[in-house]
């Protein structure tokens, strides 16, 4: 059993990978050789890191179901595409809700919303939504998440499966197009030059 001081700082673990700290807020973007379907060419924001395990959502996975036909009054909100998206291959048939609020939004003074990392909330999907409304950018809705148990993570990482970068506030959010790619081209040199690599294999 952990020590009390231990569990305390759980919430605040963080793992290092050639100096970059896996944490709440920061993106899992796949290597060019991670060829599974479920995380080809994904961009992950991870919600929770502990010594539980860790938790995080697949960005780039639209849904062909939209918000309006499973979850009608928060259909307004969703940013476009007005689609679920696919969280990742864990528990398809629950829905998580992350949100960008507005600059100078208190977030930890307003029921329904948790914090994640600077402006990104987790959005409780039973709140009012005519109350969260003016707080925030947007939201979007995940069916399922991607999930690791303690130290799975890490050796994902250790195998270089995963490039661990900084999110932007706008990431959860983000407009349709490539945002693997978009992701990875406002990284230094020459980190950014993965971005050109082809979408399909055989074109390499």
Request: one cysteine or more.
């Amino acid at each position: 059993m952990a020590r009390a001081e231990e569990h305390g700082d759980r919430s605040r673990r963080e793992s290092r990978h050639e100096d970059q700290a896996v944490r709440p807020g920061t993106l899992l973007v796949s290597a060019t050789d991670l060829v599974e379907p479920s995380f080809r060419r994904t961009v992950v924001y991870i919600v929770e890191h502990n010594d539980a395990g860790s938790l995080g959502v697949v960005l780039n996975r639209p849904s062909d179901t939209a918000v309006q036909d499973v979850l009608p009054h928060w259909a307004d909100l969703a940013a476009s595409p007005r689609t679920l998206y696919v969280g990742g291959p864990v528990k398809r048939d629950a829905a998580l809700c992350l949100t960008t609020v507005r600059v100078g939004t208190a977030i930890d003074r307003i029921d329904g919303l948790r914090r994640v990392d600077g402006r990104v909330a987790l959005l409780d999907l039973d709140s009012d939504p005519d109350i969260i409304a003016p707080l925030v950018e947007g939201i979007r809705i995940f069916a399922g998440y991607a999930g690791w148990t303690f130290g799975q993570l890490e050796g994902e990482l250790e195998r270089g499966d995963w490039i661990v970068l900084s999110a932007l506030p706008s990431d959860p959010i983000a407009q349709p197009g490539d945002l693997w790619a978009q992701v990875l081209r406002r990284q230094p040199l020459p980190l950014s030059l993965l971005a050109t690599h082809p979408i399909e294999l055989e074109r390499n």
